[in-house]
């Protein structure tokens, strides 16, 4: 069983960034994970609450598939965290999909892994992933290689879809 690992921000976490994909992960028997720099319950943007199971410090990526990182406000709070960008790259390195959703591909970007390559981004971060070197396509969900960024909220679904699809 593929097993990946989401990471949330502890407070301010977009709800169906988080929800939506993760239900798609499920059905298709995917094992999911969520992890945060608590263990206490973590609140999204619109009130729902998530149980992390991991702290981030102790994910091992060689124990998932896939590395997500959940949008919302507080998902900036990873993206100058050296041991995000660690994770990331060692995803990568791995070839492991690595996936970020609405302003969380900023974080993707500061790592140095979209440098030359195709990435949205929720519209207000639009600078921020071209100044660092992304062809950024403005399109709702994008593939690169094995990494997937989505633009927000109302691409959730599609993140999901095409997330499993990089799994089979």
């Given amino acids: 069983m593929k097993k990946v690992v989401m990471i949330i921000a502890q407070d301010n976490f977009r709800d169906e960034e988080l929800f939506v994909p993760k239900e798609i992960l499920e059905q298709s028997g995917i094992e999911v994970k969520i992890a945060s720099t608590s263990l206490n319950p973590a609140k999204g943007t619109l009130g729902k609450k998530a149980q992390p199971d991991i702290l981030v410090k102790d994910i091992d990526i060689k124990d998932f598939s896939a590395l997500i990182f ?3 406000g507080g998902s900036s709070q990873y993206w100058d ?8 790259k ?15 591909p900023v974080t993707l970007a500061r790592a140095g892994i979209l440098k ?17 070197g992304a062809n950024y396509t403005g399109s709702s969900v994008e593939k690169d ?22 799994l089979k």
Avoid: M, N, Q, Y
């Avoid at 390559?117 to 071209?130: H, I, M, N, P, W």
């Avoid at 290689?145 to 990089?166: L, N």
């Fill in 116 to 132: 030359g390559r195709r990435a949205t981004v929720f519209s207000s971060e639009a600078a921020l992933l071209k100044a660092h």
């Fill in 145 to 166: 290689g094995k990494i997937i960024t989505a633009s927000g909220p109302a691409a959730a679904k599609e993140f999901g879809e095409e997330i499993v699809k990089a």
């Fill in 81 to 88: 965290d050296p041991l995000a960008h660690k994770l990331i």
């Fill in 70 to 72: 959940v949008g919302g």
């Fill in 90 to 104: 060692d995803a990568l390195d791995l070839e492991r999909v690595v996936a970020a959703i609405c302003i969380a």
